[in-house]
Every structure is written in structure tokens, then in C-alpha cells.
């Protein structure tokens, strides 16, 4: 059975890093759902894996952070008592992914510091500590720490190791990076990261990462006062999105 685990999993995982076509999800949301009623004699770390990837088809195909929470919290559980290094932070890093969305601040940030000293462990996988970096660089400067978030996400993604990362993974570094610096209005760099953005995802289209692309150029528009192009990047980015979601 941790076999069909595995499997359900890496079919999410391989859907969300093509950015496109979530209705895909509903098979394997449905066969998730299955296999985490029967947990009888599963280790914890493939229960806890699975969970992460059910709340991750939750927060994209079906677009319901409440149910997604849910899973996250069991997937909270599950990694602990596994004593994963990997799963805490993977875990701290899709769970304060999902309170960023919903506005949760005080909840990202008590996952940020309780999972902080796993960060330097020598146990954690380096994709799973490169995700807790990029979350963690978000949450300093949503706190308003600008020059210290910043400076955590640049080590991120210029890491002599970030380039061996899935591209799914780079991409979801990249626009925490890029949402950083529209927040701080660094032209130079949000032109030359867009564009890096951009080339990634233009072909094959992967309309998840391009509507993000589009929300940030928004926002950087917005800072601008230039209220038509932010306009016009927010309806490009809810078109982007649609299509993700729908197709």
C-alpha cells in the first residue's frame, strides 16, 4: 500500500509542476482520500507525505484553503512522529504557504520559528530546506524585515545547488522572490527575475506560475501609479488561473 501512496502522490506532484489542467486532481484527490482511511500498519512518513500532497490538490484543483488547513494540521501530526527532519519542514513550508494565502501571518510565523533549528539540520534533504528558505524569506518580509527577506530568498535561488532542483520547485522560489522585490519596488531586479519567470513558463504554458507572474507585475504597476497596467496584469492573472483551474 505505501506503494499506492507513492504513486497518488507523485501524480499530484507531476500536475502541480505542470502548472496547468488541475481538474486532473479529481482522480487522485478521490484515491487520496481513499487510502488515508485505511492507515493500519503505514509508516508515518508515507502518510504524512500523502497528506501533503492532498492539501496541495485541495489548495489548487479544488481552491478551498479551509479543507486544505485540514490535511495540513493531520500532515502536521503524522510528520512529527516520524521524526523526519524533511517532513517538518516540508510540512512548515506548505502549511505557511496555505496561512499566507489566507492572511494568517501569526500562523506562518509560528511554524517559521518552531521548525527554524531543523533548518541547519544535517538530516533535512536540500529541495525540502530550499522550500522552508523560500517560505521563510516571504514571511521576514511580509513582516516587514524587507532587506532580511530578501537577502534569504536571494541565497535561495543562487545557491550552487538551486539549478539540480525540479523546475516546479525553482519556479515556486522564484516567485516568492519576485513578490518580495515588487513589494520593495526594485525595478532592475523584478525585470530581470520576471524574465526568468517568463522563459520557464511561456513554453510549455504554465498557467499557475504565469498567473502568480502577473499578480506581482500587478502589484509592482499598482506601486507605479499606473493603475490601467496593474488592471490589465490582474485580469491576465485571473484568466491564467481560470484556465489552471478549469481546463
Request: contains cysteine; charged residues 15%; glycine residues 6%.
Amino acid at each position: 500500500r505505501e506503494a499506492a501512496y507513492a504513486c497518488v502522490g507523485a501524480a499530484i506532484g507531476s500536475i502541480w509542476s505542470s502548472g496547468r489542467e488541475f481538474s486532473r486532481n479529481e482522480l487522485w484527490w478521490n484515491r487520496s482520500d481513499s487510502l488515508l482511511k485505511e492507515k493500519d500498519a503505514l509508516r508515518s512518513v508515507a502518510i504524512a507525505s500523502l497528506l501533503g500532497y492532498k492539501a496541495l490538490a485541495e489548495q489548487t484543483w479544488l481552491g478551498n484553503l479551509k479543507l486544505a488547513s485540514i490535511s495540513l494540521a493531520e500532515q502536521q501530526h503524522w510528520a512529527e512522529k516520524s521524526n523526519s527532519v524533511s517532513l517538518r519542514l516540508f510540512h512548515a513550508a506548505t502549511s505557511s504557504s496555505c496561512f499566507f494565502l489566507t492572511g494568517n501571518i501569526a500562523a506562518a510565523e509560528l511554524l517559521m520559528q518552531v521548525n527554524l533549528p531543523l533548518f541547519s539540520h544535517s538530516e533535512g534533504s536540500f529541495l525540502c530546506r530550499i522550500q522552508y528558505q523560500s517560505c521563510l524569506g516571504l514571511y521576514k518580509a511580509l513582516k516587514g524585515n524587507y532587506k532580511e527577506g530578501i537577502s534569504v530568498l536571494q541565497s535561495a535561488v543562487t545557491h550552487q545547488y538551486f539549478e539540480s532542483l525540479p523546475l516546479s520547485i525553482r519556479l515556486h522560489c522564484y516567485i516568492h522572490y519576485l513578490y518580495v522585490l515588487c513589494v520593495g519596488g526594485d525595478l532592475n531586479r523584478i525585470h530581470a527575475v520576471s524574465q526568468i519567470i517568463m522563459a520557464k513558463t511561456i513554453l510549455p504554458c504554465n498557467d499557475y506560475n504565469l498567473a502568480y507572474l502577473h499578480i506581482c507585475l500587478g502589484l509592482t504597476a499598482f506601486r507605479m501609479e499606473n493603475p490601467r497596467k496593474a488592471l490589465l496584469h490582474g485580469e491576465e492573472a485571473l484568466r491564467k488561473i481560470g484556465r489552471a483551474s478549469c481546463r
